[in-house]
């Protein structure tokens, strides 16, 4: 028998005869407990059963790696599909792909209850318990035809996927085969760690005139931690979503009658979004900025200079017109299309809602002759756009219609880009460091080097390129190079925020354009007497006041801190003799600009207090006899910590401290 030499690490190798297989060699250097569920073979992604012929490199696909979970959440649909037709075996399994924490798989059969999905995962178990050898199985077309000669949509798979005289393989586990190219684990009895979570319909080919079908979701991880782990992030997860807290807080609203993906802020997340903009616009002010204000339209004649119209049509609400024009045309007898394509043509004129702040900044630059000793020009706005996002896309106030950006414009000379891109990153940081999201990366976008399409000399982009990365480098922070995500006009900086339960929320970013400037044919007046370009940079660190509020809502579960809390103190009296005094109380908070509530109803104190927690307020103020007797508040705060008697001075005074340092959290009581 020949001997195979069979490479098992860097420079390791090993010796084989040949017909051993992956699996045995993985077993052989790695031990039993590799947690191997397929293999690598010279690149290639093989079953464990996969059988060397020849001289090649073995390495291991373990559960927990990217592959593995892929393979993993992959074989558990199998497994998905197999314990469904246990129980109904005319359902017609369609498709079952791996997706992000699990699987799914669409059936074609009758709707099915939470009670059958129960019996199905225990199924689902036992079926793993019976530890199936899972086999892979190469076939001819005219045999494939004939083994899934009932499923018509097995059938319309291989009529689109497989080439005349090409085969393929299945995958067999007990009396369960399915169309698969694998790789799979070897047996059941790997899948373990598995749960199903709901069930939806779906339509085959995602076609609602084709056959509607019942698509089965689950988990699945490599282990039991990680599958707990993710089930408590899911549930965390839920008290904390911002559409849930933005109703029971009070904090926003959408309307139907308004219009969807448009949000309402009532007036506590009001109280929210205008004390983050004024901590914004401090820093800004610290960092010569320029506040503007600009309309909410603007032509479509400075979108055609822009680039935006007609080209970014599918994302904006469409162009408004004007009554006379309307008129006119609709008695030349202009029909809709025709009006749509006068519009594009750039015959007739109207107005976009803006869907960027950009032009209307653009025109305030040129507005007035510039000169090198005006640069750099930063104009900042809480700019409202507008954008038209897919109804199945709107979320809260996450992904929504219509929003307003923390927006800056910078009219820079190509020297001074690293300072400003860097005065960004500071702001970021100190912003970020409030509010104690201290967990975020940073992505910085680069040319494709293989590519074109960039505008703007190749030197001038090494340099703005370099100046992001060192920017993002100063952070300190996590930050990564990602070749080929630069815009076509500049390099650009991304800001992703992870939250206290571990996910990702991409929230604004830093980015350079030569484009623009080009297009508006901005100038300044160099030193040298010559006219000069200037570099753009547009800058809306945290996205949109939205975004970043609804982020903010999940991230602090609805406690926000002191200074960003609609209400700052809860006045609660124990009963009606209390009112008065509770009334000066809350005179003397407010004269100090602290955000006072009063609740003096007949309610008992137990159920005012209830009610009011479930509010987050900073602190409850509990006023009785005593409190009313000496002229003092008793304080509680969300932890439910009291201090009994302190002076309406002192409680005042310290609240205002508390405020002032924009603490990250409320620590009144409990420090001394
Ligand atoms: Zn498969
Ligand atoms: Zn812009």
């Excluded at 009532?266 to 205008?274: D, K, S, W």
């Excluded at 820093?283 to 320029?290: D, I, M, V």
């Excluded at 020297?415 to 970021?428: K, N, S």
């Excluded at 609660?572 to 209390?578: A, G, L």
Aim: hydrophobic share 35%; net charge negative.
């Amino acid at each position: 028998m020949s001997m195979l030499q069979v490479t098992v690490g860097d420079d390791e190798v090993h010796e084989y005869a040949t017909g051993t297989t992956a699996g045995d060699v993985i077993r052989n250097v790695h031990g039993r407990k590799s947690g191997a569920v397929a293999a690598v073979v010279d690149g290639e992604q093989k079953d464990l059963s996969f059988i060397l012929t020849k001289d090649c490199k073995v390495t291991p696909i373990t559960g927990e790696s990217e592959d593995g979970l892929y393979i993993l959440r992959h074989s558990c649909s199998h497994l998905l599909a197999q314990a469904v037709l246990e129980f109904y075996p005319d359902a017609k399994p369609t498709i079952g792909p791996p997706i992000e924490h699990g699987f799914y798989y669409d059936f074609h059969m009758d709707p099915i209850t939470d009670e059958d999905l129960a019996r199905i995962e225990k199924k689902m178990q036992e079926l793993s318990r019976t530890n199936l050898l899972v086999t892979r199985e190469e076939h001819d077309n005219a045999s494939l035809r004939e083994m899934f000669a009932d499923n018509p949509f097995k059938i319309e798979i291989m009529d689109d996927k497989i080439e005349d005289g090409a085969g393929s393989t299945v995958y067999r586990q007990g009396d369960f085969v399915d169309l698969c190219r694998g790789p799979h684990v070897a047996t059941t009895a790997v899948l373990r760690w598995f749960k199903l979570t709901s069930t939806s319909t779906a339509f085959w080919r995602a076609d609602s005139d084709r056959e509607s079908l019942v698509r089965i979701y689950g988990l699945c991880f490599a282990s039991k931690d990680a599958l707990k782990n993710h089930q408590t992030m899911v549930r965390e997860a839920a008290k904390r979503d911002h559409r849930k807290l933005g109703k029971d807080l009070q904090l926003f609203h959408i309307d139907e009658m308004v219009g969807a993906g448009l949000v309402l802020w009532t007036p506590r997340g009001a109280v929210v979004r205008n004390e983050l903009q004024n901590f914004i616009s401090e820093h800004l002010a610290r960092q010569g900025y320029h506040q503007v204000y600009t309309p909410h339209i603007g032509k479509l004649d400075l979108y055609r200079t822009s680039g935006h119209y007609p080209y970014y049509q599918e994302s904006q609400y469409p162009p408004l017109v004007e009554r006379d024009l309307m008129a006119k045309l609709s008695d030349e007898g202009c029909s809709c299309s025709e009006l749509s394509n006068l519009m594009e043509a750039g015959e007739i004129d109207g107005y976009l809602l803006k869907p960027m702040n950009c032009p209307h900044h653009i025109r305030i630059y040129a507005s007035q002759p510039r000169s090198y000793r005006d640069l750099p020009l930063r104009l900042a706005e809480f700019g409202t756009v507008y954008r038209w996002e897919q109804s199945g896309e709107i979320s809260g106030m996450t992904r929504v219609r219509g929003f307003t950006q923390d927006d800056a414009h910078l009219f820079v000379t190509e020297d001074q880009i690293a300072e400003e891109v860097l005065g960004c990153i500071e702001l970021v940081e100190e912003i970020f460091g409030t509010l104690g999201m201290e967990d975020y990366r940073v992505r910085v976008g680069m040319r494709d080097p293989d590519s074109s399409k960039y505008v703007g000399e190749s030197a001038a982009w090494d340099r703005a390129e370099s100046a992001c990365l060192e920017a993002a480098q100063s952070l300190g922070v996590e930050f990564i190079e990602e070749e080929g995500e630069a815009a076509f006009y500049g390099p650009k900086i991304d800001f992703v925020v992870r939250d206290v339960i571990g996910r990702e929320w991409q929230l604004g970013t830093v980015q350079v354009d030569y484009n623009l400037p080009e297009r508006f044919e901005l100038e300044y007046a160099g030193a040298d007497g010559e006219k000069h370009r200037p570099v753009m940079i547009h800058r809306a660190p945290f996205g949109s006041m939205e975004r970043f509020v609804g982020v903010l809502i999940e991230h602090f579960a609805g406690r926000f801190p002191t200074w960003l809390a609609p209400t700052q103190a809860h006045i609660i009296t124990i009963s009606e003799k209390h009112k008065q005094y509770a009334a000066e109380v809350a005179a003397q908070l407010k004269s100090a600009g602290i955000r006072v509530e009063v609740d003096d109803s007949d309610n008992t104190i137990g159920k005012k207090i209830r009610t009011h927690r479930a509010m987050h307020p900073a602190y409850m103020l509990i006023i009785g006899d005593e409190e009313t007797a000496n002229g003092t508040v008793s304080i509680r705060n969300r932890a439910g910590d009291q201090a009994a008697n302190v002076s309406i001075q002192q409680f005042t005074d310290d609240l205002t401290a508390e405020i002032q340092s924009r603490a990250a959290e409320p620590s009144l009581i409990g420090e001394d």
